[in-house]
């Protein structure tokens, strides 16, 4: 299943096949993907009426001509995502004239809401603007990320150089397996080049040797096909782009397991195990309930079964004590008058 600890040779033989399968016939086209405004959702960090579930199912009914490739482009998702959710649906050909949810809303992983968060389990990367006040605003992205031989790091980062069309000078360990696997012994690839993996917009990191980018192959956000930087949809690292200053502090985290609240109710949502570090799954759900006060009102039932499924979709597990509800209307509220 793609995104769920896919071989190395594999990844590369889909690359190849992603590479060309645009020009080989297939419905959708670069042109299906304009650049699309920049949504940001309200939460609310409230001691007692906390509003960290963002967004909402996108429905979708699949076309002739469907990969779910195109899909997940189309509604802003991984490829990872939409094969955690629905493990069933064939990859290249989705029954024509079926239509599913797709799981366009996300639970905020636990950080410190301020600049980006990737959270490498779930292949998202969080934005959280400067703020003020109650209410705060986060914006969202999949990402493409390191390959299980060249691993996406842990740990705090800062934004330190953003460039247009960059020039990707090409480290020597990295060069060492373009001549061993391509016979390339380039050291450099020009900016704008189509075989730039840096796509047209990247942000150095004061991580060395990691960034977050756009890419060359599209098709490849939601797996882990790059050499530990961050990969956006061409049209997602443009705007990201944009808005983040030069400064900004960052973050990558590993949650697999993410819990918050919306409505008053309590929502946990299981990605994968991508690195296979041995995450210890019902350890991490107790320690955030039991740091949030939530142990008495969850249905242990729900949250097991979430556990095991590792769908990504965030799921209710209140028992019906529900929490006090007030800032999701807020939120609703603030959100309308904003449009």
Not at 98 to 110: G, I, N, V
Request: neutral net charge; hydrophobic residues 40%.
């Amino acid at each position: 299943m793609v995104g769920r600890g896919i071989g190395l040779a594999a990844c590369r033989l889909l690359a190849a096949v992603l590479l060309v399968a645009p020009q080989a016939g297939f419905a959708w086209q670069e042109s299906d993907f304009p650049p699309r405004p920049v949504k940001a959702y309200f939460f609310s960090l409230d001691e007692h009426d906390r509003s960290t579930l963002i967004g909402a199912p996108s429905s979708y009914t699949f076309a002739k001509g469907d990969t779910l490739y195109d899909v997940a482009r189309h509604l802003g998702l991984g490829i990872n995502a939409i094969t955690e959710a629905f493990p069933a649906l064939d990859v290249w050909l989705p029954a024509q004239g079926t239509t599913l949810e797709f799981p366009t809303s996300w639970l905020l992983p636990d950080s410190d809401y301020d600049g980006i968060v990737v959270n490498i389990p779930e292949m998202r990367v969080y934005y959280f603007p400067k703020h003020r006040g109650r209410l705060q605003t986060v914006i969202t992205y999949a990402v493409g990320l390191g390959r299980d031989d060249w691993r996406t790091p842990t740990g705090r980062f800062t934004v330190t150089e953003k460039t247009v069309d960059p020039r990707w000078v090409i480290p020597e360990s990295i060069r060492a397996e373009h001549i061993r696997d391509r016979r390339d012994p380039r050291k450099a690839i020009a900016g704008g080049d189509p075989g730039n993996p840096l796509g047209h917009y990247r942000m150095r990191l004061s991580l060395p040797l990691y960034g977050i980018h756009g890419t060359n192959i599209p098709w490849g956000v939601g797996m882990q096909v790059s050499h530990g930087c961050v990969r956006l949809y061409p049209e997602d690292i443009k705007a990201l782009f944009a808005i983040v200053p030069v400064g900004t502090p960052g973050e990558f985290v590993y949650q697999p397991v993410k819990i918050g609240a919306r409505d008053g109710d309590i929502y946990v949502e299981v990605h994968a195990d991508i690195y296979q570090v041995g995450f210890d799954y019902m350890e991490a759900a107790k320690r955030q309930l039991e740091n949030d006060q939530w142990s008495a009102l969850v249905d242990w039932e729900p949250l097991t079964a979430a556990l095991r499924s590792k769908s990504g979709v965030p799921t209710r597990i209140s028992q019906g004590k529900p929490l006090r509800a007030g800032s999701a209307a807020i939120v609703r509220s603030v959100a309308q008058a904003g449009r």
